[in-house]
């Protein structure tokens, strides 16, 4: 099955840096990539998403890039805000499997 | 627009016990997901549902079961109850469950003790 890697577990970044989260997929079949925000006490918020036929993907201070080839994609948040701080998930699903395969998660702080 | 609406927030069985729990999908959305997310395991699916029809299940014994109703709602059920079953229960909707957008609710936290 679909295994998904996300480095790192922690990552703590002083408030306006950029932070990068990359994760990596097995299965060559998958075709879609949301990545999703988790605060404590909530559930998952999708936040940006990218499919297999575009490279990379913006909205506002939070990119996401993939590299097929490699199979690894990224989270890119500039100028980042101590409200960005929270738990980011990855996954990746084929265009069959109706099944999100997340990532283990990175634990971002911002602080001021 | 409300969003996907768990019930209930919590829970506290007793190993042994069977447990249900409840989902109600973003209007017009027809695809209903569960997963289970522990700390050690993370996000893990369990099942997905589309027009009443179990259509993916993930690697879990057959304790957990699920279904869907005619008007999208889904439950979640749980039998004989184990320590190991304490976790953050979610349900996800989207339209068609087809690598479309999926949103969260906030789970259902059961504790087995």
């Known amino acids: 099955g679909e295994n998904v890697e996300q480095h790192p577990s922690t990552l703590s970044v002083q408030e306006g840096d950029s932070a990068v989260i990359k994760c990596t997929y097995s299965?060559?079949?998958?075709?879609?990539f949301p990545w999703y925000k988790q605060e404590l006490g909530k559930g998952p918020q999708l936040i940006i998403d990218?499919?297999?036929?575009?490279g990379e993907k913006k909205d506002q201070r939070i990119a996401v890039t993939l590299n097929k080839t490699a199979k690894h994609f990224s989270l890119h948040i500039t100028e980042t805000q101590p409200e960005d701080s929270a738990v980011y998930f990855c996954?990746?699903?084929?265009?069959?499997?109706?099944?999100?395969?997340f990532g283990k998660g990175t634990s971002l702080l911002v602080t001021p | 627009k409300a969003g996907v609406t768990q019930t209930p927030r919590y829970l506290i069985k007793t190993r042994g016990q069977q447990v249900t729990l409840s989902c109600s999908p973003i209007?017009?959305?027809?695809?209903v997901s569960w997963y289970q997310q522990t700390p050690g395991q993370g996000l893990q699916f369990l099942f997905e549902?589309?027009?009443?029809?179990?259509?993916n299940k993930g690697n879990f014994p057959g304790r957990f079961s699920g279904r869907q109703f005619s008007n999208s709602r889904s439950e979640m059920n749980v039998s004989t109850l184990e320590l190991g079953d304490s976790a953050l229960y979610l349900c996800?909707?989207?339209?068609?469950?087809?690598?479309?957008?999926?949103?969260f609710g906030q789970g259902t936290r059961l504790t087995v003790v």
């Open positions: 996800a909707s989207s339209v068609t469950g087809l690598n479309t957008e999926a949103f």
């Open positions: 299965d060559s079949a998958s075709n879609y």
């Open positions: 990218i499919r297999s036929n575009v």
């Open positions: 996954a990746a699903s084929r265009h069959s499997g109706y099944a999100l395969n």
């Open positions: 209007s017009g959305h027809r695809s």
């Open positions: 549902y589309f027009s009443e029809t179990q259509r």
